[in-house]
């Protein structure tokens, strides 16, 4: 065929000024694919004509998207600060930067500077963690979700955890407590009813083959009406009486009590730990709003029996976990909350947001939004139901096509009665000349 002789060399076809600049095997990977579609295009006879320029486009645009980044930064418009989906907490840039210290560069990560010999990496966070929550011992691994697997393989392999039914919650993201129950080896043990469970219901449980009391915190709903659960504090002294573990799967703890009565029914973990229970396990990046890591804090023996687990290795953090971890340690050690976005965010008053919002209104050239109050929730399956004022810039014309069109550029809003809205309490200041940009590009 004429039209197969026209197909040009990879080489030629890349070395073209066209692509000056641009890195030559690279783009012969991509030119040798595209030519091979064309030559099957040409067989098929659906291309009766080469043209070059097309061709030339064609690699140059899949060089570019390969070179774009995959995750990209976004402008998180909706209110809710620990939204699952776009990150959970943030780290500031402050933090970033001091452990970026040890990011960067060798680090004494498992070497004793002092006696010159092996170190040992878990033990970097402790002391602060100590400090912070007056707590024996520590132990950070890669996620809440490893670090319940962990602490029931270790200690209820092939033995019963007693669980109230109200307690036996899905996460998301395909993270269910009896499921996990299964896989780590640990018997399910179920009592009481979905709505109540006493602590008779757990008394009753306990037999031989027992080997833990657990409460799980319900996380993302809540139970209302004609119910009841037991507390932990109850919970613990029972497993004391009996020579059982304790152990509560908090899922989100936090340090400094919360704005806007957010704190009522949940308490802190200075309260919790009071009582010294055998084991408590919470995420790094929900209300404590540091890094993904899963925090088991507690008695020394369980946290030693832990540490001798070989699962350990799988579960391990790494040294920008631990780095990031020990600087967001270091600020709540100080009090320093600026330093910790999550915090600010949460704490800003709707007062200061407000002004940020009329501010961002009176620079913009239209009449076509509005600042408004709105109500917002924390996210990240934490402080369910519990809502807290904010405010928010309506930007008036079609919600959803307003929606998407902000979307498309990075900005995620919500709506809200057929409105759109960009809710400020989520909005870095840093972003905020970003966004205005958008919105005048948007809404002309
Ligand atoms: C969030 C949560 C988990 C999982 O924690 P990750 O850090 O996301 O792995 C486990 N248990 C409870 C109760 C939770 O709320």
């Known amino acids: 065929m004429e039209l197969l002789k026209q197909i040009p060399q990879v080489d030629k076809l890349t070395s073209d000024d066209f692509f000056i600049g641009l890195n030559q095997s690279m783009l012969n990977k991509i030119a040798r694919d595209k030519i091979e579609i064309l030559r099957e295009d040409i067989l098929s006879g659906s291309v009766k004509k080469i043209d070059i320029y097309v061709l030339k486009e064609a690699i140059k645009i899949k060089y570019e998207q390969l070179l774009?980044?995959?995750?990209?930064?976004?402008?998180?418009?909706t209110g809710v600060i620990l939204h699952t989906n776009m990150g959970r907490s943030l780290i500031s840039k402050e933090i970033l930067e001091k452990a970026s210290k040890v990011i960067c560069n060798y680090s004494n990560l498992e070497y004793n500077q002092d006696k010159g010999c092996r170190g040992e990496r878990y033990e970097h966070v402790s002391k602060h963690l100590k400090t912070l929550l007056d707590v024996e011992d520590v132990l950070v691994v890669n996620n809440n979700a490893a670090a319940v697997f962990l602490i029931l393989n270790t200690f209820a392999k092939e033995q019963e955890v007693v669980v109230s039914r109200g307690e036996l919650v899905e996460i998301g993201g395909s993270f269910r407590i009896p499921d996990v129950m299964r896989q780590s080896a640990?018997?399910?043990?179920?009592?009481?009813?979905?709505n109540k469970t006493k602590l008779q219901d757990y008394k009753n449980a306990i037999n031989e083959n027992s080997a833990m009391l657990m409460k799980v915190h319900q996380s993302n709903f809540t139970i209302e009406g004609f119910s009841e659960d037991v507390d932990f504090e109850d919970i613990q002294r029972l497993a004391l009486q009996h020579g059982l573990l304790d152990y509560y799967d908090l899922g989100s703890g936090y340090v400094a009590p919360l704005p806007y009565n957010l704190s009522n029914n949940e308490l802190p973990l200075a309260e919790i730990l009071?009582?010294?229970?055998?084991?408590?396990?919470?995420?790094?990046?929900?209300?404590?709003?540091?890094?993904?890591a899963g925090i088991i804090v507690g008695k020394k023996?369980?946290?030693?029996?832990?540490?001798k687990?070989?699962?350990?290795?799988?579960l391990r953090v790494d040294k920008i976990t631990l780095s990031i971890l020990e600087e967001t340690l270091k600020a709540y050690l100080e009090e320093k909350y600026d330093l910790i976005?999550?915090?600010?965010?949460?704490?800003?008053d709707t007062e200061a947001?407000?002004?940020?919002?009329?501010k961002m209104q009176s620079s913009l050239k239209i009449e076509a939004c509005e600042v408004i109050e709105s109500i917002t929730v924390m996210?990240?399956?934490t402080l369910p139901n519990r809502e807290f004022p904010s405010i928010a810039l309506h930007i008036k014309g079609k919600a959803s096509s307003l929606e998407r069109d902000f979307r498309k550029k990075g900005v995620i809003g919500r709506i809200e009665e057929d409105r759109f809205l960009l809710d400020i309490r989520t909005v870095l200041e840093d972003n905020e000349v970003e966004l205005l940009e958008i919105i005048n590009e948007i809404v002309k």
Request: charged share 20%; no cysteine.
């Open 341 to 348: 976005p999550t915090l600010k965010m949460l704490f800003s």
């Open 353 to 358: 947001l407000r002004q940020r919002a009329q």
């Open 186 to 194: 640990a018997v399910l043990h179920e009592v009481g009813a979905t």
């Open 274 to 292: 009071k009582k010294s229970p055998s084991l408590i396990s919470f995420s790094g990046d929900k209300l404590f709003a540091s890094v993904q």
């Open 379 to 381: 996210g990240g399956g």
């Open 301 to 307: 023996e369980f946290i030693d029996a832990l540490k």
């Open 309 to 314: 687990n070989q699962l350990l290795r799988m």
């Open 68 to 77: 774009s980044s995959s995750l990209k930064p976004l402008i998180n418009a």
